[in-house]
């Protein structure tokens, strides 16, 4: 017991200094979060919640779907308390919190496999997609929260905790509208996978208790029922559908992009096929529930970038149970992690990002101001940073309240 809370212990630190390497090495000041950190301070000051555009002339006063509004507050106060460290509070809190509550819920899974757990923590280096301070950070811990609630009632038909998931609904409309009809999706899957019991090949789906089922179908009620709980009503219900049309912003921006074997995008190819070899080797049968989900994230990333981290999640809640203990102790690991994560360390400080965060320096904003120009034609990525400094813009990252207009 005390080796095992030793190794406990040490994948804990190793997945702190994981997102301390990452915060240190990747997190950046950009064009949205700008943007983002603006509309918080002008609701926090005004006292008031928007829902129509102030920030640029081309679209004044026209309809804005603010779906992320509470992240924005929340990050302008904590630029109050914090001041320019806000950021990096930010993204290594929430980034820390999630790796834990990672290896939290599935501590006895992890502590099963030493080897391949520590393995997997470095995985996680895949969330360097979203270390810069948006409000995804906050949905993927929302997220998990969910995938741990929706097995839990799936692997115990007494669970109470699912019960917390329309809460946990209710706060991601507010945090991030724009994905959060995941809760009510994912609930549809379990009950449908929940329903159904079948043995296909090694794929296997045993049929749940009729408590089980119903209890998916009155939660995933309760989720879409609580998503009209915010600021645009019934509208956030159907925003995320109409994004996921949308050819423009598509096109336009970089993290809905088609993942592409490059530099990064290798890494989630390799991914995908890690997962696949521990399902060929597994000796145990495959639940469908976890194909499902593996399948269904697996297409997702490929189609955009920004899925990769949700692949990552949904797979440390099932991947350990198809990990066979290893047979011999080749390494003592309580002396190997030590050192490897002293060596993440070292390599996360001497990368830290040293650029200039700001595209535009003080002397164009200065002319820009000197001028007054009342109809300033931007560049796209530049919109953030004008917002930010009192200056409208012709377009801005906020890309759903232009593509009407094309």
């Not at 997609?129 to 741990?148: A, D, E, G, N, Y």
Request: with cysteine; hydrophobic share 45%.
């Amino acid at each position: 017991m005390k080796t095992k809370n030793s190794y406990y212990k040490l994948l804990i630190l190793l997945s702190i200094v994981i997102s301390i390497v990452i915060v240190l090495t990747f997190t950046n000041i950009d064009s949205d979060y700008l943007w983002h950190f603006t509309a918080g301070k002008y609701m926090v000051n005004n006292k008031t919640i928007l829902t129509h555009d102030v920030f640029s002339w081309s679209m004044k006063n026209q309809y804005w779907m603010s779906h992320e509004w509470l992240f924005e507050v929340i990050i302008f106060k904590l630029f109050q308390l914090f001041n320019n460290f806000s950021i990096y509070i930010y993204v290594l809190s929430s980034l820390i919190c999630l790796n834990i509550l990672i290896i939290s819920i599935n501590k006895n899974k992890y502590l099963k496999n030493i080897y391949f757990s520590t393995i997997w923590i470095c995985i996680s280096s895949i969330l360097i997609t979203i270390s810069t301070p948006r409000p995804q950070i906050l949905s993927l811990i929302l997220f998990c929260l969910t995938i741990f609630l929706l097995y839990d009632l799936y692997e115990n038909e007494n669970s109470k905790k699912i019960y917390f998931l329309p809460f946990i609904s209710l706060i991601w409309a507010n945090i991030h509208g724009g994905s959060s009809n995941l809760p009510y999706i994912l609930c549809f899957i379990f009950l449908i996978i929940s329903s159904i019991n079948i043995k296909l090949f090694n794929f296997t789906s045993t049929k749940k208790s009729n408590k089980q089922i119903l209890t998916y179908l009155i939660i995933m009620l309760l989720c879409i029922s609580v998503l009209i709980i915010n600021p645009h009503g019934i509208k956030l219900f159907l925003y995320p559908y109409s994004n996921i049309n949308d050819n423009l912003m598509k096109s336009i921006i970089s993290e809905w992009q088609p993942t592409t074997i490059n530099n990064i995008g290798i890494f989630y190819y390799l991914l995908i096929c890690l997962i696949i070899l521990i399902f060929i080797n597994t000796n145990k049968n495959i639940r469908i529930i976890d194909f499902i989900l593996f399948g269904c994230f697996a297409y997702l990333g490929l189609s955009s970038y920004r899925f990769w981290n949700y692949l990552y999640i949904t797979s440390s809640f099932y991947i350990f149970y198809y990990i066979n203990k290893p047979k011999k102790e080749y390494i003592k690991m309580n002396i190997v992690l030590p050192y490897l994560i002293i060596l993440i360390l070292l390599f996360g400080i001497s990368n830290i990002n040293k650029k200039n965060n700001y595209a535009l320096s003080n002397k164009y904003i200065k002319i820009i101001k000197q001028e007054k120009i009342k109809r300033l034609y931007n560049y796209y990525d530049l919109g953030g940073e004008l917002i930010y400094r009192n200056i409208p813009v012709f377009v801005d990252g906020r890309a759903d309240l232009y593509t009407n207009y094309n």
